[in-house]
T-cell receptor, first 113, second 111 residues
């Protein structure tokens, strides 16, 4: 069974631009969560989608948004990029909204110049 | 707000010895705790978990201890192996599925 895939793996953008990251969960998994990882901050929860509905949202500004498609694939969008948005963005999937069963993808490394 | 804290950013131990990674939390609503291991260029992988109704869970070389009164948990790795070198994240989940992670501890096991 293929794991969680994220595209692209690396991305370089400039301030003010917007970016869209993609996550394909493990086949059959309907829950997708997004996390931001920065040095010293650990993994910070962005949001979680289950069956195309956002179930939970972390404490991030409205520039961060996401969506989930009927095939459970998810996208995350960040508009008006800031230097502080440079981070590793991780996606995790699970069959149901049960976090102890989460499987993480390799992440997308975003650098904002 | 750092509801889950890993106060040691790094830890270095000798192969064969015990590694002890610590984690503190502030939210008494957390009822499930997890440890993840992360290698460079890979996503975190689930290692071991413990429910708040237990104080110990063991899986091979890995044991997690939970002290609810102190809001503290620890991960023990015995014996430590060079392949255990990675970043370890502590995570806590509340009953409304709110999930929080610590900042991670980088473990280095020296041969």
């Amino acid at each position: 069974k293929a794991g969680v895939t994220q595209t692209p793996r690396y991305l370089i953008k400039t301030r003010g631009q917007q970016v869209t990251l993609s996550c394909s969960p493990i086949s059959g998994h309907r829950s997708v969560s997004w996390y931001q990882q920065t040095p010293g901050q650990g993994l910070q929860f962005l949001f979680e989608y289950f069956s195309e509905t956002q179930r939970n949202k972390g404490n991030f500004p409205g520039r961060f948004s996401g969506r989930q498609f009927s095939n459970s694939r998810s996208e995350m969008n960040v508009s008006t990029l800031e230097l502080g948005d440079s981070a590793l963005y991780l996606c995790a999937s699970s069959a149901t909204p049960i976090y102890n069963e989460q499987f993480f993808g390799p992440g997308t490394r975003l650098t904002v110049l | 707000d750092q509801q889950v804290k890993q106060n040691s950013p790094s830890l270095s131990v000798q192969e064969g010895r015990i590694s002890i990674l610590n984690c503190d939390y502030t939210n008494s609503m957390f009822d499930y705790f997890l440890w993840y291991k992360k290698y460079p260029a890979e996503g975190p992988t689930f290692l071991i978990s413990i429910s708040s109704i237990k104080d110990k869970n063991e899986d091979g070389r890995f044991t997690v201890f939970l002290n609810k009164s102190a809001k503290h948990l620890s991960l023990h790795i015995v014996p430590s192996q060079p392949g255990d070198s990675a970043v370890y994240f502590c995570a806590a989940r509340s009953n409304n599925n709110d999930m929080r992670f610590g900042a991670g501890t980088r473990l280095t096991v020296k041969p």
